[in-house]
């Protein structure tokens, strides 16, 4: 047992629509990153928080948006969702540049 | 682009055969290369975190090599049992931006 959890475990959403993914970290553990793992492929970074700020970004665009807060859990915000974002969502929490310890994801299917 | 690949996608083996995975990454900047199972419906478990050229690792009949100056490593499972069926990520950390990388993964499937 890792101790992160994400919520909700899975999500439907219609193109257009807005949606919050929530990560909570495990004890001790002040940074987090999130994953978009698409059918297929490994997963892919998307960003990642380091006390409370956002510290490294992969290629996905601006709406995709996160928050960290002072208790180190986080969220993934995208907004005008497109059928191409059905996916499933990881955090993965970690100390710093330490090992990350990875939740069960989120499985989000855009209509 | 830095890619990080994996070999093969998937895998069928029989109980008690034995089976290796090749994950191929960026040789430059190299920080750390992890490797993860992942069950499904689980979250991905770390096995590995590899961090010296020539490291090898061991965790009960799972075993790993790394080699940083040419780019690889590989995972082996002796005596594969059906417990073993999963999902094996590889994922390498560049020293520039310290981020995961990952690979898409070897599918394994071992049948009883």
């Known amino acids: 047992e890792t101790g992160v959890t994400q919520s909700p475990t899975h999500l439907i959403k219609t193109r257009g629509q807005q949606v ?4 909570s ?8 990153s999130w994953y978009q793992q698409a059918l297929g492929q ?7 928080y380091y006390r409370e700020e956002e510290n490294g970004r992969g290629n996905f665009p601006p709406r995709f948006s996160g928050l960290q807060f002072p208790n180190y859990s986080s ?34 299917t855009v209509l | 682009i830095l890619n990080v690949e994996q070999s093969p996608q998937s895998l069928h083996v029989q109980e008690g055969d034995s089976t290796n995975f090749t994950c191929s990454f960026p040789s430059s900047n190299f920080y750390a290369l992890h490797w993860y199972r992942w069950e499904t419906a689980k979250s991905p478990e770390a096995l ?6 020539g490291d090898e690792k ?6 790993a090599t790394l080699n940083t100056k040419e780019g690889y490593s590989y995972l082996y499972i002796k005596g594969s049992q059906p417990e073993d069926s999963a999902t094996y990520l590889c994922a390498w950390i560049s020293s520039n931006t310290g981020k995961l990388i990952f690979g898409q993964g070897t599918t394994l499937q071992v049948k009883p």
């Open chain 2, 58 to 63: 061991k965790k009960g009949r799972i075993s």
């Open chain 1, 25 to 32: 970290s495990q004890s001790g553990h002040n940074t987090v």
């Open chain 1, 20 to 23: 919050t993914l929530r990560c």
């Open chain 2, 48 to 53: 590995f975190v590899m961090t010296l050229n």
């Open chain 1, 75 to 108: 969220e993934l915000n995208v907004n005008a969702l497109e059928l191409d974002d059905s996916a499933l969502y990881l955090c993965a929490s970690s100390y710093h540049r330490g090992e990350q310890f990875f939740g069960p994801g989120t499985r989000l």
């Open chain 1, 42 to 48: 490994g997963p892919q970074f998307i960003f990642q």
